[in-house]
């Protein structure tokens, strides 16, 4: 599919068809795009939970305050963010093999930032990264004819205690719902802001 395509494709699929299941070959190259999704200071904050099992949806569902497509969807993806950046951005910024005078710059620039963060501004950056990959997900996803549903409503709280997570190094961030489109589910029309209202050229 051409970008243009994929981006007036593309639409929050709220009914699946259950019968249908995405070939793993797909799931992986969804799940592959994400991670090569772009991040800051390429230190990819993240990891991607794939929820298949019905038990699991089911149990998800409820966690997303009973919203019907996250039950019945094909699988879920659950990108985390992850907050020990701070840990391994010199070991990351040593496996770029950048020269020893950038590296040096590298480090003592952008450690002392790191370093300054506190609990808050550590989830912000890691979940404005996971954006990223999320939206590099879906749209592969569309070129693969696969449909998604972004999920933001959910309890975060529980979400991690059902995942066990220890969330000194992992919270849960947003769902992705995947699977292929109900037959006659339509997409409504994209309502969308004019052009000229959103970008003004400086």
Not at 10 to 25: G, K, L, S, T
Not at 47 to 74: M, S
Not at 76 to 93: A, E, H, P, Q, T
Request: hydrophobic share 40%; net charge neutral; with cysteine.
């Amino acid at each position: 599919m051409q970008m243009e395509e994929l981006l007036n494709e593309r639409y929050a699929c709220r009914e699946f068809d259950m019968q249908r299941n995405v070939p793993q070959e797909d799931i992986r190259f969804i799940l592959d795009a994400a991670r090569l999704a772009p991040s800051s200071l390429g230190l990819e904050p993240w990891k991607f939970l794939v929820a298949q099992n019905p038990e699991q949806k089911e149990k998800i569902a409820q966690i997303a305050y009973g919203q019907n497509h996250v039950k019945n969807c094909d699988f879920i993806v659950i990108l985390l963010s992850r907050l020990d950046f701070k840990d391994y951005f010199v070991d990351r910024m040593k496996k770029r093999n950048l020269p020893a005078e950038r590296f040096e710059k590298t480090v003592s620039t952008y450690l002392p930032f790191l370093e300054a963060m506190d609990e808050r501004k550590k989830v912000a950056y890691a979940e404005a990264q996971n954006h990223l990959a999320m939206m590099q997900m879906v749209l592969a996803a569309s070129s693969k004819k696969v449909d998604s549903c972004i999920i933001g409503g959910f309890d975060h709280g529980a979400l991690d205690s059902y995942l066990n997570l220890d969330t000194n190094i992992y919270r849960s961030c947003m769902m992705v719902v995947f699977g292929y489109r109900k037959t006659g589910a339509l997409a409504s029309a994209k309502s969308r802001l004019p052009f000229d209202e959103v970008v003004e050229f400086l």
